[in-house]
């Protein structure tokens, strides 16, 4: 695990990509977080979710670094090392809540 390994999932094209599908679903079908002003921030810009990419990084660096070890040449885009699972709990566990 090193910074360049954070760096280079924080670049992962599949990484982001199913970060911010996760955000979405969350935003459109979770209903507690998408009761949230960052909900509507996500929904009326979809791009906004790859503001996740850093917490989803951050949780699955040793998955991530361990693939890379492995010479996996997806490791953000396999399920088998960064899960869907994964993902979400980092998602959700970032979700910015609202200001009182």
């Known amino acids: 695990m090193s910074f360049n390994t954070l760096s280079t999932a924080s670049r ?7 970060t911010i599908a996760a955000t979405q679903q969350q935003a459109y079908n979770n209903p507690e977080l998408g009761d949230t002003a960052y909900a509507a921030t996500v929904i009326a810009n979809p791009a906004e979710g790859v ?11 040793a998955e991530y670094a361990s693939a890379l070890a492995a010479n996996n040449p997806n490791p953000g885009g396999d399920e088998s090392v960064i899960t869907d699972g994964m993902i979400l709990s980092a998602v959700q566990a970032n979700w910015p ?3 009182p």
Do not use: F, G, Y
């Open 51 to 61: 503001r996740m990419v850093w917490p989803v990084a951050l949780a699955t660096e």
């Open 12 to 18: 992962d094209t599949a990484i982001i990509d199913r």
């Open 97 to 99: 809540p609202d200001t």
